[in-house]
């Protein structure tokens, strides 16, 4: 993990209006939210594994499924997850186990982040606080 400092960290926004935002600069929810957190997720790469940049936000008021409700924003970072390989090789798995061991884990969920994406998620991040602190 690689934390990039940030004039966006410590900014609050409504949460709907952040979503659109920043779904229109590639950015989706991630999968791993509760209701009162949660991240926007860049995906950089995915040949080895995969690299994003993700960006955490907490709820300020109300529960992240509550309409109207704010947000707080934290320190961008960077982030590679690299899984492993061959989960699927098992195919004859029952239907009822399939529904819980759908996603494999990750080999190693806080892998070294390739070096020559590093900058990329520094203008990552510079393009964020040009479009969300001049809006």
């Known amino acids: 993990m690689i934390p990039i400092p940030s004039k966006v960290e410590g900014t609050d926004f409504h949460l709907y209006k952040l979503e659109k935002e920043l779904q229109e600069l590639g950015y989706s929810i991630g999968g791993n939210w509760d209701y009162d957190h949660g991240y ?23 529960q992240l499924d509550s309409q109207g409700t704010t947000v707080r924003i934290g320190r961008p970072f960077l982030l590679s997850h690299k899984y492993q390989i061959g989960v699927d090789d098992n195919a004859h798995v029952g239907n009822g186990a399939a529904a819980f061991n759908q996603f494999s884990e990750p080999v190693d969920s806080d892998a070294s982040f390739p070096k020559e994406y590093v900058e990329l998620g520094r203008s990552l991040v510079k393009e964020l606080e040009a479009v969300l602190l001049t809006n």
């Not at 995915?46 to 008021?61: E, I, S």
């Open 40 to 62: 926007f997720d860049y995906k950089i790469d995915d040949k080895v594994g995969y690299q994003y940049l993700r960006v955490p936000f907490q709820a300020v008021d109300g």
